[in-house]
């Protein structure tokens, strides 16, 4: 009996692919690398701003306030005499320099005291860093009314830097300090402050009998140039800056 030989079955390959040359390994490591970057900062990011609004805000606003750049006003005349910046968050703390501050400097004493309050000056739908600049620039003193919440904030860090542009671009001392609540006690800007001019620190009296001494002292400071307060040292230096200029 004779059997039917059929030939043997060879697998064809009907489609050949080649790895190695459909990858790139270089652009896969880059893309790797960028992709892997990305998702780290966008993670710290988050972290960071929800931990940390208010210092985030001051990182942006710090850079757009430097790249703008800080011009001096054009008219020597300002619109205020005491631009006030405070913690705008806080009930208690907005509710008494609009209720309290405002009258003691605005409406009583022999004098009044034009002041700009952003909850009642600042434009709306203009951004944070032009009301601040414009807000530091047109008035005579920026007084800084601290609380330890205030303190940590980055638009009190922002003010206090556009507030010191004034002293290195003009030379003009416009700082005052109240301070509600004992903060910065060591502080480096406070110690400087205090060896400067040390009237230009106000902290708010512990004793109701001691309020209207608190609010005469107040009303002087906010009037008069901080360099005529000035130590003897500093006085000297900034007589003789004047003089070069």
């Not at 009044?112 to 909850?119: A, D, I, K, R």
Request: neutral net charge; proline residues 4%; contains cysteine.
């Amino acid at each position: 009996m004779s059997t039917a030989s059929y030939p043997t079955a060879i697998p064809q390959v009907m489609i050949y692919f080649e790895f190695d040359q459909c990858v790139n390994n270089s652009l896969a490591l880059l893309i790797s690398v960028l992709t892997t970057t990305f998702l780290f900062f966008t993670t710290l990011w988050q972290r960071w701003h929800t931990s940390s609004t208010g210092t985030a805000s001051y990182v942006l606003y710090y850079l757009k306030a430097k790249w703008k750049g800080y011009r001096s006003s054009a008219s020597p005349d300002n619109m205020y005499n005491v631009f006030v910046t405070y913690d705008t968050k806080d009930p208690w703390v907005s509710e008494w320099v609009l209720e309290t501050l405002r009258v003691k400097l605005e409406v009583e004493g022999e004098k009044v005291l034009p002041l700009c309050l952003e909850e009642r000056d600042w434009p709306l739908g203009v951004p944070v860093i032009d009301n601040l600049t414009q807000s530091i620039r047109y008035s005579r003193k920026t007084l800084f009314v601290l609380t330890k919440a205030y303190a940590k904030t980055g638009l009190f860090r922002l003010a206090l830097y556009l507030a010191h542009q004034r002293l290195l671009d003009e030379n003009l001392d416009v700082i005052v300090v109240l301070m509600l609540e004992p903060v910065l006690q060591n502080s480096h800007f406070l110690r400087l402050r205090r060896r400067l001019c040390g009237e230009s620190v106000v902290e708010w009296p512990r004793t109701a009998a001691a309020e209207p001494w608190f609010w005469q002292n107040l009303r002087n400071v906010v009037r008069v140039d901080n360099q005529t307060m000035y130590t003897s040292t500093y006085s000297q230096y900034f007589t003789c800056s004047r003089e070069r200029d």
